[in-house]
C-alpha cells in the first residue's frame, strides 16, 4: 500500500511558479509510475503530467507542456512538479497519484489507472 501527501500550493500570481512535492509512504513506490492531476471548479479532473517508475519517460498534458516539470526522488520516496510561467487557468486542486501496475513503463492519463490517491494541494492563481 501506498500512502500520498502533497504539499507546496498557495497563492502565486500570474507568470509565477511554484513546486509541488508528493510524500509517499511504502516500500513499493519505487516500482510505480506517478501521475499529477488537477481539479478545478465545475470541472473533470485531468492528468496534467506523470513519470514512469525510474524516471525519465514523461507525458505532459498539452496545455501545460514547456511549462511543467515532472520528476521523482525515489531514494526520498517524492515526486515533484515544477510550474512555471502559471496562469490563472492553472487554479485547481492538485493530487499525485500512484499506478501499481509493476514497473509499467506506458504511461497513462486515465484516472482510473491510478490505484492511490493523495487529499490534494490548492494552486490559485490571481493577481
Known amino acids: 500500500q501506498v500512502q500520498l501527501a502533497e504539499s507546496g500550493g498557495e497563492l502565486v500570481q500570474p507568470g509565477g511558479s511554484l513546486r509541488l512535492s508528493c510524500a509517499a509512504s511504502?516500500?513499493?513506490?519505487?516500482?510505480?509510475?506517478m501521475g499529477w492531476f488537477r481539479q478545478a471548479p465545475g470541472k473533470q479532473r485531468e492528468c496534467v503530467a506523470a513519470?514512469?517508475?525510474?524516471?525519465?519517460?514523461?507525458y505532459y498534458a498539452d496545455s501545460v507542456k514547456g511549462r511543467f516539470t515532472i520528476d521523482r526522488d525515489n531514494t526520498k520516496k517524492m515526486v515533484y512538479l515544477q510550474m512555471n510561467s502559471l496562469k490563472a487557468e492553472d487554479t485547481a486542486v492538485y493530487y499525485c497519484?500512484?499506478?501499481?501496475?509493476?514497473?509499467?513503463?506506458?504511461?497513462?492519463?486515465?484516472?482510473?489507472?491510478?490505484?492511490?490517491w493523495g487529499q490534494g494541494t490548492q494552486v490559485t492563481v490571481s493577481s
Open positions: 511504502g516500500d513499493d513506490f519505487m516500482n510505480y509510475a
Open positions: 497519484a500512484a499506478d501499481t501496475r509493476y514497473r509499467n513503463t506506458l504511461l497513462t492519463n486515465m484516472e482510473r489507472a491510478y490505484k492511490y
Open positions: 513519470i514512469i517508475w525510474a524516471g525519465g519517460t514523461t
